[in-house]
């Protein structure tokens, strides 16, 4: 095995510092004098200077609250059939209308009996009056004339 796959096997041990003091130096070496393997392990140092960086950094707050609803609104749409329709929604116009015609009906019945009534007061205060005025209840006068 050649010590360019030897540093690729080991890079990550090897940028910690992590390896036997003897393969230490013999990839120290080997990186000094190849130029391949020092651009890979200049690369690799950065990208792992990118995510202790970035690890260090604060998260904003409530990020994580607001990734958790958005993940509960998905798994809740997903599991929902694209025309969802439920009785109730289907019979609540119908229900409303309903009521509404009842109560025009009642209406209409309680104005026509109110009606019906008024009529007969009307009539009960024109013969009291005809009878106050000495006026024959048989009288087909609407018009009462009143003379000095």
Do not use: W
Request: aromatic residues 6%; charged residues 20%.
């Amino acid at each position: 095995m050649s010590d360019c796959d030897t540093l690729r096997e080991n890079l990550f041990a090897y940028s910690e510092n992590e390896l036997e003091p003897s393969l230490k130096e013999q990839l120290d070496r080997h990186v000094a004098g190849c130029g391949a393997c020092s651009a890979l392990v200049q690369q690799f140092n950065s990208m792992l200077g990118t995510i202790k960086t970035q690890s260090e950094a604060e998260p904003r707050p409530f990020a994580e609250t607001r990734l958790q609803q958005r993940i509960e609104n998905y798994l809740e749409s997903a599991g929902k059939p694209l025309f969802s329709f439920s009785v109730r929604t289907l019979l609540q116009p119908a229900v409303i209308s309903m009521g509404l015609m009842v109560a025009l009906a009642i209406g209409i019945l309680i104005g026509n009996g109110k009606a019906g009534k008024h009529a007969s007061l009307t009539s009960a205060t024109d013969l009291e009056m005809r009878h106050d005025l000495n006026i024959p209840e048989n009288s087909n006068d609407d018009l009462i004339n009143f003379t000095e």
